[in-house]
Structure formats: C-alpha cells, structure tokens
C-alpha cells in the first residue's frame, strides 16, 4: 500500500479528524480499493506518533461512515463501494415486463430479488393527500425490499387507490400477468397514462426498523423519497422510498433549452 501522507501542521482540527480524512482520501481515490486492509491502530500510531485512542477515534469515523469493516479475528477492511444508479428523471415506457429496479440491477452487473406483501388499508391522512383522496379510502398498500445479490439496497411502501386498480389485472402489484412490471406499464394496461412524475427527496438519519431491515451501518444517513405518479392531473400511485446513502448514486439528467420567460413547472 502506498504510503499515507503527512498530516498538515497548519490544520487546527483534532489529530483524529486529520487522519480519519486521510485514510477517507485514500480510499475514494483508490489508494486503499474496496477490500483492501486498513491500516490499524498500531500502524497509523506508529505512522502519525500518536495515541492509540486517537487512531482508534480515527477508524471509529471511518467505520461510523460505512467506508470500512472489521471483521473479528481478522482485520479491518475497506468496505466495497459499488454503487446502484438511480436516475429519477429517466422514466420510460418498457415493452417488456421488468421491472425498473431489476433493470437498473442486471445492468450493474448484479442479481435482484424483491420481497413485497399487499393488503388492502384505508389510507393514512398524507397519504389519502398526496393521491387526492377522501379521508379512509381504500388503497392497495405494497411493502416492499429490494436486495442486489442478496443485500438490502432500498424499501419501499406504495400506495395506489382501490378505486382505479380494484377488480382490475393489476390489482396486486407483485401478482398476474404484468407481476412486478411497474407502476407505467401497469397503469398503462388499464388505461391510466402516466403522464407526470414528482419526486421529493430528503436526507435523514434512519430509523430503527430500517437500520435492521436494510442492515445500514453506524453513521449512514438515508434517502427518504416521496414519489407519485399521475395520469393527467390525476394521481394514481404513491410511494415512500428509503435508500441508503452508501448503496445508491442519485443520477439527474436535464436537457439544456433556450431561456424563455415560461415559468418552471414540474
């Protein structure tokens, strides 16, 4: 491994704080690659003259990031930084019955698998909201979690009203002819055109029961991702989304358009 470099004397931050940036440098560039071992305690003491509790504080941020992991009896190593890409803004109608997220999987080289359970609710107060709805209507409640060569990279709970897809093919999301489709080419099977979609995206800590569920490390925030679908103005399904931090690239794409005084609209 390439040495690491010299700390700057001119840095008035904490010794930990310079030296957990200079392993996260060597890390992103490439220096210390995904598997690799981290250097320990006993080496950066050794290499920077310092504590051991200030080497240790070091990994710790490392860790706490999602950029390193130890496994017992054996070392430290750097965690593998393969990421999904997740392009909002690259909505397409799909001749064929995949899905978006097993597309977007294969593509990186991987294997998707979905785990999903509907059931029938009325819908919670923002959800009957956001899809235009009286309060308590009925709708389609589909919880989901999506794994890539068996790991968690994201959750999702969508929501679509009884009142389009009931008593129609596409009733159950994850069932029939157009199983696992999603949500364009199975609206489009009954007559509802998506025609817009909005996504609101956030950062947040996780939660508890997603921190087990999608097995997120000490320190990795989330994206939490409110999307909806329509057909015209009509909204016909809406969902919450949570992605890891260190599973997915958010990849926007606009096109370039010559200046008008037409407001922005989404």
Known sequence: MQELPDLDPADARPVNQQIA????????????????????????MARYGVARWTAREALAALAGGGLITKVPKVGTFVRGQRRLERRPRRYRRRKKAAGPFATDVRTAGMDPDIEAESRVI????DVAERLGLAPAAEVMCTRYRFL??????????????????????????EEGPLAGAGVITRMDSIGMEITRVVEEVTIRPPRPAEVVSLEIPSGVHVFDILRTFASDERPVET?????PGDRYALVYAFRVTEDSDDPVTT
């Open 148 to 173: 890539a060569d068996g790991k968690p990279v994201q959750t999702s709970i969508s929501y679509e009203p009884r009142a389009i897809t009931g008593g129609t093919s596409v009733e159950l999301p």
């Open 21 to 44: 940036d200079r392993l996260r440098e060597a890390i992103e560039s490439g220096v210390l690659a995904a598997g690799s071992r981290v250097p320990g305690e006993n080496t950066l």
């Open 239 to 243: 969902a919450n989304i949570v992605i």
């Open 122 to 125: 009325q819908a919670p107060a």
